[in-house]
């Protein structure tokens, strides 16, 4: 489940009297200053720590017994998706409910462990402020990608291709650029010549698929990420102002560090 979409779920978990959620932030983002040596380990190891001490110290065994197998499975997750992280991870765990929710993201958060009797969302609800729902659009001759986020989480990843006998533009899932290449050199020379000649007419067609995506997807922004030509000409044809815009050709780069690029 996105993570955005889980806010109202987590507002409803609720122990009672007793404490029973461990939400987890961790910053383990390798481009701030204090995480060059990897430091995320140890506040990860002392937050953790500090948690079972204060339980220890009020003696009720059921919460240590319970907290202690939530610690292991949250150390665990983390240490074993090493490779995964990103900026980020946040973690919701309890044994009420079966409470398990882990997201590895592209932005940064203020390291903090809690254990309460409800899952603490302050965070969550300030990246959801801040990184709201939003359409990269990454237009490229022939071919427009689309990438739908919130949050530095990729929740779908769409392509559009461009057919010069008909006029339109036709959504094909899972098939990006690079498995195009062997179409040949000509194929692409005549594509460039057409769209050179009639860009803004056919990318006023796909503007159309973007903005019916935006009413869609609940879009709060719309960034657009191509060749600066490329880029100014799909604006142009947008009844929408788009947030940002970066002139790079990245329709070939994986989808996150794409989401890099945007959002740092």
Same mark, same amino acid.
């Given at each position: 489940?996105?993570?955005?979409? &889980?806010?109202?779920?987590?507002?409803?978990?609720?122990?009672?009297?007793?404490?029973?959620?461990?939400?987890?932030?961790?910053?383990?983002?390798?481009?701030?200053?204090?995480? /060059?040596?990897?430091?995320?380990?140890?506040?990860?190891?002392?937050?953790?720590?500090?948690?079972?001490?204060?339980? &220890?110290?009020?003696? *009720?065994?059921?919460?240590?017994?319970?907290?202690?197998?939530?610690?292991? %499975?949250?150390?665990?997750?983390?240490?074993? *998706?090493?490779?995964?992280? /990103?900026?980020?991870?946040?973690?919701?765990?309890?044994?009420?409910?079966?409470?398990?929710?882990?997201?590895?993201?592209?932005?940064?958060?203020?390291?903090?462990?809690?254990?309460?009797?409800?899952?603490?969302?302050? /965070?969550?609800?300030?990246?959801?402020?801040?990184?709201?729902?939003?359409?990269?659009?990454?237009?490229?001759?022939?071919?427009?990608?689309?990438?739908?986020?919130?949050?530095?989480?990729?929740?779908?990843?769409?392509?559009?291709?461009?057919?010069?006998?008909?006029? &339109?533009?036709?959504?094909?899932?899972?098939?990006?650029?690079?498995?195009?290449?062997?179409?040949?050199?000509?194929?692409?020379?005549?594509?460039?010549?057409?769209?050179?000649?009639?860009?803004?007419?056919?990318? %006023?067609?796909?503007?159309?698929?973007?903005?019916?995506?935006?009413?869609?997807?609940?879009?709060?922004?719309?960034?657009?990420?191509?060749?600066?030509?490329?880029?100014?000409?799909?604006? *142009?044809?947008?009844?929408?102002?788009?947030?940002?815009?970066?002139?790079?050709?990245?329709?070939?780069?994986?989808?996150?560090?794409?989401?890099?690029?945007?959002?740092?």
């Amino acid at each position: 489940m996105a993570l955005m979409n &889980e806010l109202n779920d987590l507002k409803n978990v609720n122990c009672a009297d007793n404490e029973c959620v461990l939400s987890v932030y961790l910053n383990t983002d390798p481009a701030n200053q204090d995480q /060059q040596k990897g430091e995320w380990k140890i506040r990860l190891k002392n937050g953790l720590k500090r948690i079972q001490e204060y339980l &220890e110290a009020s003696g *009720n065994e059921d919460q240590i017994k319970s907290y202690k197998r939530l610690k292991k %499975k949250v150390d665990d997750e983390i240490q074993s *998706n090493r490779t995964r992280l /990103q900026k980020s991870v946040v973690i919701f765990a309890s044994g009420h409910d079966d409470l398990w929710r882990v997201h590895y993201l592209q932005v940064p958060v203020e390291t903090s462990f809690h254990w309460e009797s409800y899952p603490v969302t302050d /965070q969550l609800e300030k990246l959801q402020r801040d990184y709201p729902r939003s359409g990269v659009i990454m237009p490229n001759l022939d071919e427009v990608r689309i990438l739908d986020t919130s949050l530095g989480e990729l929740h779908d990843e769409r392509t559009y291709l461009f057919d010069p006998g008909n006029e &339109e533009w036709t959504f094909k899932e899972g098939l990006a650029s690079s498995d195009r290449i062997a179409s040949g050199a000509s194929h692409v020379d005549k594509i460039q010549q057409r769209f050179e000649e009639n860009r803004h007419r056919f990318y %006023k067609k796909m503007a159309t698929n973007v903005e019916k995506l935006k009413k869609e997807r609940d879009w709060q922004e719309v960034h657009l990420v191509g060749e600066k030509d490329m880029i100014r000409t799909f604006e *142009n044809s947008l009844n929408i102002k788009p947030a940002g815009m970066i002139g790079k050709n990245l329709n070939n780069t994986d989808p996150t560090k794409v989401l890099e690029e945007v959002f740092n």
